[in-house]
């Protein structure tokens, strides 16, 4: 059994294109194994993919994808036009070999389930409320409950930020957009969440997903098996990161009051408690602690010699217009001074600050903005070797200043920080993914004060360096996230540190 990959191009409006799909595609295939996916490169087209197709086939959709009206635009390609190009599958993304063929089976479901959708809704905007029923629908048939869903819907939106050679609205634009729909749709979404139900699709999923062994590639793999589902149906990137944050923010909306008698933070500290008695509770547990490694070695030098009182005294929040000069070198002697192993006493690592277990969970990642030795980007920091690995591309400045509401201040602002001469700005956050593990509820709170302790050494060394900045924790947490690359529940942000001299 062979798949042959037709490239049908179509020079027309979306809404003829799933006309052709359904009158056309769809009866022309109906005993056949098929599935298509579409694309803009070249030309907007639809690579179909038929099992042990007619020999005729590509003829036969060229006629009729020919009768369709055109759009004129200066694609390459031709309108009607139908090639067959060698079907190379995306092994890797879908689970390996052994994996693809279970892959390719979903595929067929998932068009069969976007032909249905496409034809239930004519008007293409109310695809987004049935892709949020499938996006929930998925995270069931996976066994995933409200926060493991809401985690990997997040995720998978965030997935988007670097993305190549796709065109995308800036973060800011989607969360305001996304905040603005959730405001005025809220007791729709919510109710939505509850009532989700596509029963074809969650068999499909739990089927094939029950044959597969994927391990870690499991969440990333059926994020790729839900896109491809939402590009069938039409919906673009951006409507699809869309949803998938407003999925994520009703999963986890219980419409209780948070203040109150019983208020989530009275029962937090609560139920975080230590007891006398109860020596589970805060006894020493061993727990596997990630390996951090990779990066490219930054260099740093000792710090200057300066008096301690000197230092305490010249630490204060910096506002105003924060600009350079920064090198790598400058860099690391911030970084590897404040946060890096400084001695060893009996085989335990030290570092200038404590922490729970000395797990060492509070970290940082960060944009470096014009540090001389630093490609522009967003870089994680390891301390464990001295070095920044690469997480993505340096956002743009507009959606840097977009992170708070200090950035966005007009300069005669007295409480204005500007960024647009900055050389980094750090994100100090809390693996509390690790830190639960041995501290359970408590890790929280473990968790909040090293980031404290983390962030005033930082502010000390970058006093004696000759540096200022202001930690900001009013920050726009979803678009933070986002930017930075982590996980908004395990990963949480605490602090965001532009830097620079005055």
Same mark, same amino acid.
């Given at each position: 059994?062979?798949?042959? &990959?037709?490239?049908?191009?179509?020079?027309?409006?979306?809404?003829?294109?799933?006309?052709? %799909?359904?009158?056309?595609?769809?009866?022309?295939?109906?005993?056949?194994?098929? +599935?298509?996916?579409?694309?803009?490169?070249?030309?907007?087209?639809?690579?179909?993919?038929?099992?042990?197709?007619? #020999?005729?086939?590509?003829?036969?959709?060229?006629?009729?994808a020919?009768?369709?009206?055109?759009?004129?635009?200066?694609?390459?390609s !031709?309108?009607?036009?139908? $090639?067959?190009?060698?079907?190379?599958?995306?092994?890797?993304?879908?689970?390996?070999?052994?994996?693809?063929?279970?892959a390719?089976?979903?595929?067929?479901? &998932?068009?069969?389930?976007?032909?249905r959708?496409?034809?239930?809704?004519?008007?293409?905007?109310?695809?987004?409320?049935?892709?949020?029923?499938?996006?929930?629908?998925?995270?069931?048939? =996976?066994?995933?409950?409200?926060?493991?869903?809401?985690?990997?819907l997040?995720?998978?939106?965030?997935?988007?930020?670097h993305a190549?050679?796709? @065109?995308?609205?800036?973060?800011p634009?989607?969360h305001? !957009?996304?905040?603005a729909?959730?405001?005025?749709?809220?007791?729709? =979404?919510?109710?939505?969440?509850?009532?989700?139900?596509?029963?074809?699709?969650?068999?499909?999923?739990?089927?094939?997903?029950?044959?597969l062994?994927?391990?870690?590639a499991?969440?990333?793999?059926?994020?790729?098996?839900?896109?491809?589902?939402?590009?069938?149906?039409?919906?673009?990137?951006?409507?699809?990161?869309?949803?998938?944050?407003?999925?994520?923010?009703?999963?986890?909306?219980?419409d209780?009051?948070?203040f109150?008698?019983?208020?989530?933070?009275?029962?937090?500290?609560?139920?975080? !408690?230590f007891?006398?008695?109860?020596?589970?509770? @805060?006894?020493?547990?061993?727990?596997?602690? #990630?390996? $951090? @490694?990779?990066?490219?070695?930054?260099?740093h030098?000792?710090? #200057?010699?300066?008096?301690?009182?000197e230092?305490?005294?010249?630490?204060?929040?910096?506002?105003?217009?924060?600009?350079?000069?920064?090198?790598?070198?400058?860099?690391?002697?911030?970084?590897? /001074?404040?946060?890096?192993?400084?001695?060893?006493?009996?085989?335990?690592?030290?570092?200038?600050?404590?922490?729970?277990?000395?797990?060492?969970?509070?970290?940082?990642?960060?944009?470096?903005?014009?540090?001389?030795?630093?490609?522009?980007?967003?870089?994680?920091?390891?301390?464990?070797? $001295?070095?920044?690995?690469?997480?993505?591309?340096?956002?743009s400045?507009?959606? =840097? &200043?977009?992170? &708070?509401?200090?950035?966005?201040?007009?300069?005669?602002?007295?409480?204005?920080?500007?960024?647009?001469?900055? #050389?980094?700005?750090?994100?100090?956050?809390?693996?509390?993914?690790?830190?639960?593990?041995?501290?359970?509820?408590?890790?929280?709170?473990?968790?909040?004060?090293?980031a404290?302790?983390?962030?005033?050494? %930082?502010?000390?060394v970058?006093?004696?360096?000759?540096?200022?900045?202001?930690?900001? /924790?009013? +920050? /726009?947490?979803?678009?933070?996230?986002?930017?930075?690359?982590?996980?908004? %529940?395990?990963?949480?942000?605490?602090? =965001?540190?532009?830097?620079? $001299?005055?």
């Amino acid at each position: 059994m062979e798949w042959t &990959s037709l490239h049908c191009f179509l020079h027309c409006t979306p809404e003829v294109a799933d006309e052709f %799909l359904l009158a056309d595609v769809a009866p022309l295939l109906a005993d056949q194994a098929w +599935f298509f996916i579409r694309y803009g490169e070249g030309g907007p087209h639809l690579r179909i993919r038929v099992r042990d197709a007619d #020999p005729d086939l590509a003829d036969r959709l060229h006629v009729l994808a020919s009768k369709l009206p055109e759009l004129k635009g200066s694609w390459p390609s !031709k309108h009607g036009e139908v $090639r067959e190009i060698p079907y190379v599958p995306e092994t890797s993304r879908y689970g390996g070999p052994l994996a693809l063929p279970i892959a390719e089976e979903v595929f067929t479901e &998932s068009t069969q389930v976007a032909l249905r959708v496409i034809a239930e809704t004519p008007v293409r905007a109310d695809r987004l409320s049935v892709a949020t029923t499938l996006a929930v629908a998925t995270g069931r048939a =996976l066994g995933m409950d409200r926060l493991e869903t809401a985690r990997w819907l997040r995720r998978h939106s965030r997935s988007w930020q670097h993305a190549a050679g796709v @065109s995308l609205l800036p973060a800011p634009v989607i969360h305001a !957009k996304v905040n603005a729909v959730y405001a005025g749709q809220r007791q729709a =979404l919510i109710g939505r969440i509850e009532d989700a139900y596509a029963p074809d699709w969650s068999d499909a999923v739990s089927a094939a997903d029950s044959s597969l062994d994927l391990g870690e590639a499991r969440t990333w793999v059926w994020a790729s098996q839900l896109h491809m589902l939402f590009n069938r149906m039409g919906v673009v990137p951006d409507e699809e990161r869309a949803v998938c944050l407003l999925t994520a923010r009703a999963l986890l909306d219980d419409d209780e009051t948070f203040f109150g008698e019983d208020g989530p933070d009275t029962q937090y500290l609560e139920h975080s !408690k230590f007891h006398i008695g109860a020596r589970a509770e @805060s006894a020493a547990k061993t727990i596997p602690v #990630p390996e $951090r @490694s990779g990066g490219t070695p930054l260099p740093h030098s000792p710090l #200057p010699p300066v008096l301690l009182g000197e230092t305490l005294t010249s630490r204060v929040s910096t506002r105003g217009a924060l600009t350079g000069p920064l090198t790598a070198n400058d860099l690391g002697t911030l970084l590897w /001074n404040a946060h890096a192993e400084t001695h060893r006493t009996g085989g335990h690592a030290h570092r200038p600050y404590p922490s729970a277990g000395a797990l060492y969970t509070a970290r940082l990642r960060l944009f470096a903005m014009a540090v001389d030795g630093v490609e522009p980007g967003c870089y994680e920091v390891v301390p464990e070797n $001295r070095a920044l690995r690469r997480v993505g591309n340096l956002p743009s400045t507009e959606d =840097l &200043s977009a992170l &708070s509401g200090y950035l966005l201040r007009p300069p005669d602002d007295p409480y204005a920080i500007n960024v647009e001469a900055a #050389p980094v700005m750090l994100g100090l956050y809390v693996d509390l993914g690790v830190l639960r593990q041995r501290y359970g509820l408590r890790a929280l709170r473990l968790g909040l004060l090293e980031a404290g302790h983390l962030a005033q050494t %930082l502010l000390l060394v970058a006093a004696a360096l000759g540096l200022g900045g202001t930690p900001i /924790n009013g +920050f /726009n947490d979803d678009l933070a996230h986002e930017l930075l690359g982590l996980d908004d %529940l395990t990963q949480p942000l605490q602090y =965001l540190v532009p830097l620079g $001299r005055l």
